[in-house]
């Protein structure tokens, strides 16, 4: 099977092709550099692999939570590119593709959603995969919070931005954090692989994004009450 990966949710963009389970991965720094170069890097990878679009049997993209604008272009480009060869696309949560990185048994994956807040998603390990145990949220990282007692590993950039606002007692239960993890396109392949032993794609103009923020700005008063800046 050939799988195409789009991951724009976050600055570190990456898109990945996987041919019968060999990865070759890209990745495209900066948010500034993703609009710009997501096609051409995506056409570059099909070609170097002697493939034309024709060849992919899926698309699938990172449909977030995260930056708006990255997940728009992602859901955009995967759109198009599966219209024009004529197959399916599968969305599949960053926080899922982000927790397949972290290493315990029960993972909590929080990303820094600016405005004050972040997402987040809970997961337990089963068969090697992490399942989702909560749903994404969005929500300040004074209220984040774990989905059951034990150990955890802690995952994303919300650890990093915003450690200081963290409870303590949440942090006294995990057992290690990635602050610096990010979604990588190669982990959504790896998802994407095993997600399409039971569960079809779906026709591009059926793909969304996966946004869990209603409001996408703050007032000053809300900035200001946040600790942020007029």
Known sequence: MIILALETSCEQASIALSINGDIVERLLE?????????????????????????????????????????????????????????????????????????????????????????????????????????????????ELGLAGSGRWSGIGSAFRVHSAALDGELLRCLTDVAPDAVPRARDLLRLAAHRLGFEAALAPELAAPLYVRNKVALTTAERLARGGRA
Do not use: K
């Open 30 to 142: 900066g948010h500034v550099n993703h609009s710009e170069r997501l096609l051409p890097t995506i056409r570059q990878l099909i070609a170097d692999a002697g493939l034309q679009l024709g060849a992919l049997d899926v698309i699938a993209f990172g449909s977030g939570p995260g930056a708006f604008t990255g997940l728009r272009l992602s859901c955009g480009v995967a759109q198009g590119l599966a219209m024009g060869a004529d197959i399916g696309v599968l969305p599949i949560c960053s926080l899922d593709v982000l927790s397949l990185q972290a290493a315990g048994e029960q993972i909590l994956a929080a990303t820094d959603a600016r405005m004050g807040e972040v997402y987040a998603a809970s997961y337990r390990r089963e068969h090697g995969w992490p399942v989702a145990v909560s749903e994404p949220v969005c929500l300040p990282p004074s």
